[in-house]
């Protein structure tokens, strides 16, 4: 039986050794002294401080910063539950969003829909728009708009809100990726944010289009994907070249 056995397990031993540590440790090896930015996840400093990752997006909201796309992956930009939101294209959540109740028993967003991330990218950017209902009838108290509304009013089976932009939105402006972590956005989405950028910042949108162009990446080898923008990396050499003036 040991003749059999001894074999097996000497080969068992050799290959873990090889394939569990031999071979991780010679590529770990390789690939700090070749790529030792690529291998350390590409992460980005800033006056020694880890910013963030060229590889993984984060969310900016400020009027003076460009925006990223959507996130579906956990409370957004998590890297720990990558993924999309797994719903179809004609899914009513998807397309109108869904509320629920949290903890207080207060009625909170669930899923926030394209149709209101469209209202808040025509509001943002300053894009003109129809409503069948003025948006003012969804304010709250504060004066701002109350997101549950508005997605209530999306799902009202009798009278939907029906609310139109009248210029065309970039499609990754108001839908996530597949893993929730794309960093990039369109050169299409970069260029619908410029107007707002620019004024927040108090500089001109074609001193802004210059530096857009500059973080315009091309696809890779020539054709491989489609032309794009880092949108953290445009973000920070805007804070190096046109600080927001306070």
Same mark, same amino acid.
């Given at each position: 039986?040991?003749?059999?056995?001894?074999?097996?397990? =000497?080969?068992?031993?050799?290959?873990?050794?090889? &394939?569990?540590?031999?071979?991780?440790?010679?590529?770990?090896?390789?690939?700090?002294? @070749?790529?030792? %930015?690529?291998?350390?996840g590409?992460? @980005?400093? =800033?006056? *020694? %401080?880890?910013?963030?990752?060229?590889?993984i997006?984060?969310?900016?909201?400020?009027?003076?910063?460009?925006?990223?796309?959507?996130s579906?992956?956990?409370?957004?930009?998590?890297?720990?539950?990558s993924?999309?939101?797994?719903l +179809?294209?004609?899914?009513?959540?998807? @397309?109108?969003? &869904?509320?629920?109740?949290? /903890?207080?028993?207060?009625?909170v967003?669930?899923? $926030?829909?394209i149709?209101l =991330? @469209? #209202?808040?990218y025509?509001? /943002?950017?300053?894009?003109?728009?129809?409503?069948s #209902?003025?948006l003012d009838?969804f304010? +709250?108290?504060? +004066?701002?708009?109350?997101?549950?509304?508005?997605? %209530?009013?999306?799902?009202?089976?009798?009278?939907?809100l029906?609310?139109?932009?009248?210029?065309?939105?970039?499609?990754?402006?108001? &839908?996530a990726?597949?893993?929730?972590? /794309?960093?990039?956005?369109?050169?299409?989405s970069?260029?619908?944010? #410029?107007?707002? #950028?620019?004024?927040?910042?108090?500089?001109?949108?074609?001193?802004? =289009?210059?530096l857009?162009?500059?973080?315009?990446e091309?696809?890779?080898? *020539?054709?491989?994907?489609?032309?794009?923008?880092?949108?953290?990396?445009?973000?920070? /050499?805007? $804070?190096?070249?046109?600080?927001?003036?306070?």
């Amino acid at each position: 039986m040991w003749q059999q056995l001894l074999p097996a397990l =000497r080969m068992t031993a050799l290959m873990t050794i090889l &394939t569990g540590l031999i071979y991780p440790l010679a590529i770990t090896g390789i690939t700090q002294v @070749i790529f030792p %930015k690529q291998a350390n996840g590409s992460l @980005i400093e =800033r006056n *020694g %401080k880890v910013v963030g990752s060229s590889l993984i997006g984060q969310n900016f909201s400020k009027p003076e910063y460009f925006h990223p796309r959507p996130s579906a992956a956990g409370s957004g930009y998590d890297a720990s539950a990558s993924g999309g939101s797994n719903l +179809g294209p004609t899914s009513a959540k998807l @397309i109108h969003g &869904t509320t629920k109740m949290d /903890d207080k028993k207060n009625e909170v967003v669930d899923n $926030d829909g394209i149709n209101l =991330r @469209i #209202v808040h990218y025509c509001l /943002d950017n300053n894009i003109p728009y129809e409503s069948s #209902v003025p948006l003012d009838h969804f304010k +709250g108290a504060d +004066g701002s708009l109350d997101d549950v509304k508005l997605i %209530k009013a999306f799902n009202d089976d009798k009278a939907p809100l029906i609310f139109t932009p009248k210029a065309a939105i970039p499609a990754d402006a108001v &839908t996530a990726s597949a893993s929730g972590l /794309d960093p990039h956005v369109s050169p299409a989405s970069a260029e619908a944010q #410029v107007a707002r #950028v620019a004024e927040a910042r108090h500089i001109t949108p074609e001193t802004l =289009r210059s530096l857009v162009a500059t973080h315009t990446e091309s696809p890779d080898l *020539g054709f491989l994907g489609e032309p794009r923008v880092n949108v953290l990396l445009l973000n920070l /050499d805007l $804070d190096q070249k046109y600080a927001v003036q306070k």
